[in-house]
Antibody, heavy 118, light 112 residues
Framework: EVQLVESGGDLVQPGGSLRLSCAAA????????MSWVRQAPGKGLEWVAN????????HFVDSVKGRFTISRDNAKNSLYLQMNSLRAEDTAVYYC???????????WGQGTLVTVSS | DIVMTQTPLSLSVTPGQPASISCKSS???????????LYWYVQKPGQPPQLLIY???NRFSGVPDRFSGSGSGTDFTLRISRVEAEDVGVYYC?????????FGQGTKLEIK
């Protein structure tokens, strides 16, 4: 059974940093691209970032470029999202998701809440 | 960016009746490989999104056959042949033919 468990969400001040983690189990993590998707409170879904199975390729939505970094540790079956220079508009539940086929997302974690507020 | 526009934004359906959601993209989702990269997700209350349909019309594992997807190019439809109480949630279309991948605004399905 595919399992994705996010952690690291917290309340952080504007301009601050936070690192999210996603622990994967139940599949061969090292052979899959992975994604982060976020959902602001009461709002829709926004794709944030992708990372290639070996970490050699990454993509970001423009609104987080230069502020967020995506990485992975295949030995630990873990995905990360380093978020710097956080803004109020980054407040959201952040989901990690497994990528299959042409970049669609077949399994999602339960999400972790990031709140950016003073 | 490709804009995904869903209609309606909400619908209320009597159990056993059909439901239909439209999704229109601002650019064609037909890839040069012949595939169309349009997906449907549902987010049930308090849960993460879950995949329903991939590549326009293919049901994901475990998805009941009352769900079907159709369409081509820029116009797509998700149909539920007979709505059940467990189908309550917000339905999203998504495209992955071009970065950044984008979702529709969501359609909230309620049961009458």
């Amino acid at each position: 059974e595919v399992q994705l468990v996010e952690s690291g969400g917290d309340l952080v001040q504007p301009g601050g940093s936070l690192r999210l983690s996603c622990a994967a189990a139940g599949f061969t993590f090292s052979t899959h691209w992975m994604s982060w998707v976020r959902q602001a409170p009461g709002k829709g879904l926004e794709w944030v970032a992708n990372i290639k199975h070996d970490g050699s390729g990454v993509h970001f939505v423009d609104s987080v470029k230069g502020r967020f970094t995506i990485s992975r540790d295949n030995a630990k079956n873990s995905l990360y999202l380093q978020m710097n220079s956080l803004r109020a508009e980054d407040t959201a539940v952040y989901y990690c998701a497994r990528v299959v086929g042409w970049f669609h997302l077949d399994y999602w974690g339960q999400g972790t809440l990031v709140t950016v507020s003073s | 960016d490709i804009v995904m526009t869903q209609t309606p934004l909400s619908l209320s359906v009597t159990p056993g009746q059909p439901a239909s959601i439209s999704c229109k993209s601002s650019q064609s989702l037909l890839h040069s490989d012949g595939k169309t990269y349009l997906y449907w997700y549902v987010q049930k209350p308090g849960q993460p999104p879950q995949l329903l349909i991939y590549e326009v019309s293919n049901r994901f594992s475990g998805v009941p056959d009352r769900f079907s997807g159709s369409g081509s190019g820029t116009d797509f439809t998700l149909r539920i042949s007979r709505v059940e109480a467990e189908d309550v949630g917000v339905y999203y279309c998504m495209q992955t033919i071009q970065l950044p991948y984008t979702f529709g605004q969501g359609t909230k399905l309620e049961i009458k």
